[in-house]
Each structure stands twice: as C-alpha cells, then as structure tokens.
C-alpha cells in the first residue's frame, strides 16, 4: 500500500477527533530549525464541513485490540488496516510543514499491542519531528487510556498538548460502550499531566531554561448524545474539569452513527445545534464567569434549542438589568446579550477617555440590537420598545429605566424626573 | 489650503505629515503625486522626502502617542485604500495633542477610518499566514503566489522568516509585481514579474496529491456545510489554494 493511500485511511479514522487548536502556546523560530508557534494559533484550511484544518490529524494506526462500540475502528469492525511507520509520518509532517499546509501535527492512534506498546510508539516519532528535524512546530498527541506513567511523563516533554479522551459523559455509559477502557485508565494520566503541567509551569517562573512540558496545557473530547446523560450531567462534568484538571478545553463531538450497534441509537443526523449550545455554555463556563447551576440545573437540565444560553439567563433574570455602560464592572457586562468577551474589554478600555454614544457602542463592535434591552447609556434605556421583549420586561422594569432617563425631552411627562441637578 | 503631494513613500507621507504640522496646515487632500491630477480649483504642492523630518516625526509618534499607534499608521498606509493618507493625517493630528488616549477614542471620526483600515489590513495578514502555499521548485527554493487586497508583503514576510528560518523561499505577491525572498540569512522585498512557467521539484507532486487527498478525506460527510467553508475561506483566495485549485498552476 502506498503512502497516499494508507494517509487517506487513517485520517479517514482520525477525523471524529475534533480539535484542531494549534493555539497557546509561542514559541520563537530559531536559526537552522523549522518552525514556530504562534499564540493565537493559524487556521490553514477549511474543510468541506467547515470546520478548520490547523494540524495534520491523523492516527498512527487503525488496528485496535479494543471495541468500543461508536467507533470506527473497533476491532469487530471488518475495514482496511494500515499502519504508518514514524518516518512515513515525520515525512509526511514536514513535507507539509514547509509548504505551510499545516500548523503542526495531531497523533492519535487505535492501540497495537498494548497501551505502552502504542504509546511508545508515539514517542518515538515525536523524537524524529523535535530532534532529527529540528522541527519547533505544533504537535498535538493523544494519551492512550492504561499508559504507564513514565511514558506519559516522556511525552510531555516532546508535545505542545496533550490530551486523553473522556469519550463518554458517565462511568455507566462508558462501562456499556466501551467496555476495555476504565474511568480509572482515563482518570489517571488525566490527574497526572494536570500535576505535571501545573508544576512545570511553576518551575519555568523560577528557572527560564527548565523544560516545557506540555505547555498548551491538556484538553479532552467526549461523545454527544449517544448516551442519555443530559446537558446538566455534561456541563457539570466540563466544570469539574476546567475546575479541578485545569483543561484547557473540553471538546464535545455529536454522535455520527458510524456503526449499526444495538446499543447506540440509531439517529440519522448528528445532533448539531444541541453540540452548538454546549460550547456556548462552555465559552460561558470558561471566559464569562458563569456557573453551571446557573444555566442548566436539575429541575430544567436541558440547553434550550430556541436561545443561546446566555440569552436564556439573561432572559430569566431580568432583574439584574438593565446595567450602566459606563459604570458596570466587566464581570456585569458581560452578561449582556450582545456584549461579548471583547466587547466588554472594548467597553472597559474606551470608558476611561470617552464618554460612549449608541454609535460608539456599535462602532466597537457590540450587537447594539440585542444590547439595548439589557443596558442604559449616561442612564438612558432604549430597548423595550415594540419588541418582542417589551412584554418581557416587568412595568417595575420600565418604570425604573424612564427614572433613570437623563433626556428629558422625550421622557413622558407623566413620570417625574428622580434625578435632579444636584447629581 | 492646498492639495499636497508626496513621492508614494511611507517615509514620503512621515515627512509630508512633519512638514504640515511643523507649519500648522490642515490640507484639502493628501496624495501620491504619481496619482496627481491637475486641479484647476485648488493650489498644489509637492513636498520631497526628507528623511530627518521623517525620522523626527516617528519617534515622537512612539514618545508622545504609544507604539500601537505606529503600528496603527503602518497597517493604514499598507492598505493602500483610497484616502489613507487623509486619514492617517487625521488620526496623527489629534494623537499628537491627545496622546495614548487616541487609541481609546475608537468612534471619533479622526480616529475611526484608519482604524478601519488597519484592522482590515490586519485581517488579511492573519488569514494569508495560514493560506499561502509553497511550492517546492527543482532548484530546491519553495515559492507561493498570492493576489492579495493590501500590500501586505512587509507584515506577512517577518512570520515566514520566523518560521521556514532553514529554508530558501519566496513570497510573489502578484498584484504589486514584487515578492520577498529569504536565502535563511536575509530576507528582502524585490520586484519580480511573473514567470511563464515553473519547473517544480521531483517529490512536489506527491505532497500536493497528499494534501488535496487528505483534505477531501478530512471533511466529515454527514456534516458537510459548505457556506460555512466559504465564509472562513473567500473564494478569492482558492486559485492559490493547492487544495481548492481545479488544476495545478
């Protein structure tokens, strides 16, 4: 079998992986060495279903001893095998590399042997990459579950992230699809790269030339509505995660039925807008000060199709609103509707010389339409008119933002200013 | 009031700006006197490039306002979009009295335009550092071709150095006729016309065919959604594209 043909085969397997972040870490290009990495990361391509080529993804092999049931290349599935050898895949990344293809490379790999066996597997074509190429790209790899823990200790080192997959939201659904993995093989490296990442970085404050390892941090991908786990059990899963492992990004993948499996359900579509309104919640989670009890708790535990749950929070606690533009902290604004994370930061910077109009908010790049209903501008609200969310503002609500009218012009005669000039 | 001309330099537009401000003149309009057209109405004068007003004039830039806002000028002159230099006059104007503040007035409408312009210039260099595409030649040089919008060859080409530093390569920007080259000690901008045709290296087709395969077999087919590939990926930019080209240049 030829190189392009064993290449079309194992990204072929690889594709359900879903990240392709090449960012986080930044790394300066040295003389006589290829590559760098930069912070924000590069996308190189988009694919036919729109989502970024960043890295070469692809697995090292798609011969497996395991049998997980959603996947692809499960040992009781009867498809082509194929393994790369490390140079093949060395050549194959630089080859790219140095015709800006790629970002870097992304390796995973169905298990050969035994986790150890597989794992050093991986290690030695890192080494090819970082030592024999001198190459100083992106290089994301997978921990197979059950490896030893000297070997994930090895790896750290050759990587820019690293990442072991969760694959299922719960012990039971794991126990039923996946019957060769433990929570504990998966749990294990996952705590131990946290330990490690957590006190290389501390090492690298006190000491610049102690080594890198895994300085991208870990991330983790799990499987999207092939189980009954609900949104509230997955949101709550990610907090603990971003929480107590310190990941940098959880990744949820909707179940595409690539196998006829009694114990899989049996959905045409993979279930998009649900995976949609997870990371909208995670972004919430992670950059938006948010807590999962706050947008899905156990009497609703579903996402709402309809609104993004900010909205949905927003919505539900109209209380809170509406906000000062000038004087609200960022943690406030950001839990406006169309004020988004750099919006806020835009917002906060631009305050301090400016005082802000209607135009200057949708000059930075606020979605004023949405805004509206949620803020006041010098004490001026301007939402809640023939919209939809009119109805939704309680007349306590109204009521409060025509006091807090500073243009009396066209405030309504009838209500008496409560700011006077002494202000 | 008059209409003041310069040479088409970026050291060109620093004196002319110098010289204005030094004398107190709001022009009419600023432009490249290779783009002159007489005008019947207005006075016209041509200031030459003096590179110690120039130098004088970027270093209170970086004093008085901040780095970020010489960066801002850079990108504005880059974009090459009709008007730039009137609207790096405006935002120079008011930077040099307001200071670092300038960067926090972003709806003014002296700071706005070249804030617009910048950020597209900005823009297009992010996106053109992951779609440009070598080609390695049979003299063992790697070349990419792009057509982009804003002359954006001095931005895009210290990423290149920083990454392919061990490797020969050039960067032909086609619209402008001139590319960057970089021989892994030095890098500089030449004019370059395009060649007829180019004599590629042995193993180039295997990697392009690698690519094109890969990234047809990477798309996953149940979630195919090709507007949203597009809207990420312009359609101008797919002729250089190994991946998206119909056929190989």
């Known amino acids: ?118 794992m050093e597997l991986f290690i030695h074509t890192l080494k090819l990459l970082r030592h024999r190429y001198r190459f100083n790209g992106y290089i994301h790899v997978k921990i197979i579950p059950g490896a030893s823990a000297e070997l994930v200790h090895q790896i750290g080192f050759l990587a820019d992230r690293l990442s072991v997959n969760i694959e299922l939201p719960s012990r039971q659904s794991l126990a039923k699809l996946a019957p060769d993995k433990t929570k504990e093989s998966i749990i294990v490296p996952m705590r131990q790269m946290a330990g490690e990442i957590e006190m290389y970085k501390m090492e690298k404050k006190k000491y610049r030339h102690s080594p890198n390892f895994s300085p991208s941090g870990q991330s983790t991908q799990m499987i999207i509505a092939a189980t009954p786990e609900s949104d509230y059990d997955i949101l709550r899963l990610s907090e603990h995660l971003y929480r107590k492992m310190n990941l940098k990004r959880v990744y949820y993948s909707a179940y595409v039925a690539v196998n006829h499996d009694a114990l899989l359900p049996a959905n045409p579509r993979p279930q998009l807008i649900r995976e949609h309104r997870l990371y909208q919640a995670d972004w919430l989670l992670r950059f938006y000060g948010y807590q999962s009890h706050e947008i899905v708790s156990e009497s609703h535990p579903q ?33 406006v509707p169309g004020i988004g994370m750099r919006s806020a930061q835009k917002i906060v910077f631009h305050r301090r010389a400016a005082n802000l109009s209607r135009q200057d908010l949708r000059r930075l790049g606020i979605v004023y339409k949405r805004a509206q209903h949620f803020i006041t501008i010098n004490g001026r609200f301007e939402g809640g008119q023939s919209s939809l969310l009119h109805s939704l503002l309680s007349e306590r609500k109204i009521e409060r933002a025509r006091q807090l009218h500073f243009d009396f012009n066209d405030a309504p005669s009838a209500v008496q200013p409560s700011i006077t000039g002494e202000l | 009031m008059a209409i003041y001309s310069y040479d088409g330099t970026f050291m060109g537009l620093m004196s002319l700006i110098g010289f204005l401000e030094d004398k107190q003149i709001n022009p009419v309009a600023i432009c490249d006197k290779n783009d002159l057209v007489t005008d019947l109405f207005e006075e016209q004068e041509d200031i030459k490039t003096d590179e110690k007003r120039a130098r004088e004039l970027i270093g209170r830039i970086v004093d008085h306002i901040c780095e970020p806002a010489f960066d801002r000028i850079v990108y504005g002159f880059l974009s090459q979009i009709n008007g730039f230099e009137m609207a790096i006059f405006n935002y120079l104007h008011l930077g040099l009295t307001a200071g670092e503040n300038v960067e926090r007035l972003a709806g003014d409408r002296r700071v706005a335009p070249l804030r617009r312009l910048s950020l597209r210039v900005g823009r297009e260099v992010h996106r053109l550092k992951g779609f440009v595409r070598f080609a390695q030649l049979a003299d063992g040089v790697y070349y990419a071709q792009i057509r982009p919008d804003h002359d954006v060859l001095p931005l895009l080409a210290p990423h290149f150095v920083q990454r392919f530093a061990d490797q020969h390569w050039v960067l032909h920007d086609l619209n402008r006729s001139r590319a960057a080259m970089y021989d892994t000690h030095q890098c500089e901008i030449v004019i370059l016309a395009a060649a007829d045709s180019l004599c590629f290296a042995e193993n180039e087709s295997h990697f392009r065919d690698s690519w094109r395969r890969y990234f047809q077999t990477i798309a996953i087919a149940e979630r195919k959604n090709r507007r949203l590939q597009q809207q990420f990926m312009p359609r101008r930019y797919w002729p250089y594209l190994t991946e998206m080209a119909e056929r190989v240049r």
């Open chain 1, 1 to 118: 079998m030829d190189i392009q043909q064993k290449l079309m085969i194992l990204a072929d397997s690889a594709k359900y992986d879903v990240s392709c972040a090449s960012s986080g870490t930044f790394r300066q290009g040295r003389a006589n060495t290829l590559g760098n990495a930069t912070y924000s990361g590069i996308c190189h391509s988009f694919a036919a279903d729109g989502r970024c080529i960043s890295l070469l993804k692809i697995l090292m092999t798609n011969i497996c001893i395991y049998d997980c049931r959603y996947c692809i290349n499960r040992r009781s599935n009867d498809i082509r095998r194929t393994l790369f050898t490390p140079a093949e895949i060395a050549d194959l990344t630089i080859g790219f590399y140095r015709r800006n293809y790629i970002e870097g490379l992304f390796l995973s790999s169905g298990i050969v042997k035994s986790p150890n066996d597989t």
């Open chain 1, 303 to 335: 996402l709402s199709e309809n609104y993004d749950p900010k909205v949905n929070w927003a919505l539900h606690h109209l209380d809170f609103f509406p906000i000062e533009i000038h004087s609200a902290d960022y943690e406030d604004l950001l839990r």
